[in-house]
């Protein structure tokens, strides 16, 4: 975690008492080609992205049942190397923002969300392009994106 403080950023001394176990079970994690923060897109590239796989653990396999219908899924995953105690937050040659005001992955609750297209499904795991997080990165869950209302014809 990248501990630095920019010009005009805020951090605030978080309270362990406050955190509460909200018992989150990770399904599996996000296959990437980025080790560092700085490598990743900004809010993904559905077009021309490199494609990605999401592992799903082999408890959830059967929960995969009719994704291929979804030709857009909805990624929840925890950014887990990003810190969390900014409050105020200096993107690079922009004005100070507050963190609720930026999709920044420094946030208290490290949740990112992607719309990723699906190109295919292999055995436990999701190929996707319009992802934008480090590789190894947990996943929180899977959604169908009804962006146009309806599946794909099977």
Same mark, same amino acid.
């Given at each position: 975690?990248?501990?630095?403080?920019?010009?005009?950023?805020?951090?605030?001394?978080?309270?362990?008492?406050?955190?509460?176990?909200?018992?989150?079970?990770?399904?599996?994690?996000?296959?990437?080609?980025?080790?560092?923060?700085?490598?990743?897109?900004?809010?993904?590239?559905?077009?021309?992205?490199?494609?990605?796989?999401?592992?799903?653990?082999? /408890?959830?396999?059967?929960? *995969?049942?009719?994704?291929?219908?979804? =030709?857009? @899924?909805? &990624?929840?995953?925890?950014?887990?190397?990003?810190?969390?105690?900014?409050?105020?937050?200096?993107?690079?040659?922009?004005?100070?923002?507050?963190?609720?005001?930026?999709?920044?992955?420094?946030?208290p609750n490290p949740i990112a969300s992607s719309i990723v297209a699906l190109r295919r499904v292999e055995e436990g795991s /999701?190929?996707?392009?319009? *992802?934008?997080?480090?590789?190894?990165? =947990?996943? @929180?869950? &899977?959604?169908?994106?009804?962006?146009?209302?309806?599946?794909?014809?099977?």
């Amino acid at each position: 975690m990248d501990e630095t403080i920019r010009l005009g950023e805020i951090a605030i001394a978080l309270d362990p008492a406050r955190a509460s176990d909200a018992q989150l079970y990770f399904i599996g994690h996000i296959r990437t080609p980025w080790q560092m923060r700085r490598e990743c897109p900004r809010q993904g590239d559905r077009e021309d992205g490199p494609e990605c796989r999401i592992v799903v653990d082999p /408890l959830w396999h059967q929960a *995969l049942t009719g994704i291929a219908r979804w =030709p857009e @899924l909805q &990624i929840l995953y925890w950014m887990n190397d990003a810190r969390r105690d900014l409050v105020i937050q200096a993107a690079t040659g922009k004005e100070p923002m507050g963190t609720f005001a930026m999709r920044s992955p420094v946030r208290p609750n490290p949740i990112a969300s992607s719309i990723v297209a699906l190109r295919r499904v292999e055995e436990g795991s /999701l190929i996707v392009t319009g *992802l934008d997080c480090l590789d190894m990165t =947990p996943l @929180l869950d &899977i959604k169908a994106h009804f962006g146009e209302g309806k599946p794909a014809s099977p």
